[in-house]
């Protein structure tokens, strides 16, 4: 299972806390997506993008939503007033993926996350909004 997340309006981040305060984001996210005991395995892809390796597909889903409320919950604001910091998450399997390849479908259900109101995984292609868990 792969999934790919992306820090929500990231730029507005940069733009009105600084870069330096936009660098501390991502070392602070890639920290909580590097947690020990987590069976999952991050990557940046650039910018404020990670993939997301999940060693166990059947926890993939209930995985990202923890990442996804861990993060939303981090006391961003120590880093600078007013910080508030979101991720949306596509999750994809090999196995539905179909000729469209992983990744594609990933990055698809990541739009459909953003399109929903950001904040959310989406998991489920039947749906143009798929499978949407917020807390």
Do not use: C
């Not at 060693?55 to 923890?66: F, H, M, R, S, V």
């Amino acid at each position: 299972m792969l999934g790919i997340l992306d820090l929500d309006r990231f730029k507005a981040i940069n733009d009105a806390h600084s870069h330096l305060v936009g660098d501390r984001v991502l070392q602070l996210v890639g920290a909580v997506l590097g947690q020990p005991g987590i069976a999952m395995t991050a990557f940046r892809l650039g910018g404020e993008e990670f993939a997301l390796v999940f060693e166990e597909p059947g926890a993939a889903l209930a995985t990202a939503e923890a990442m996804r409320v861990q993060i939303a919950s981090v006391e961003w604001g120590q880093l600078s007033p007013g910080l508030r910091v979101t991720a949306s998450i596509g999750l994809a399997s090999t196995d539905e993926a179909g000729s469209e390849g992983v990744m594609a479908a990933a990055d698809r259900r990541l739009y459909a996350a953003k399109a929903a109101g950001r904040n959310r995984v989406v998991s489920m292609p039947s749906e143009p909004s798929g499978m949407v868990r917020r807390a």
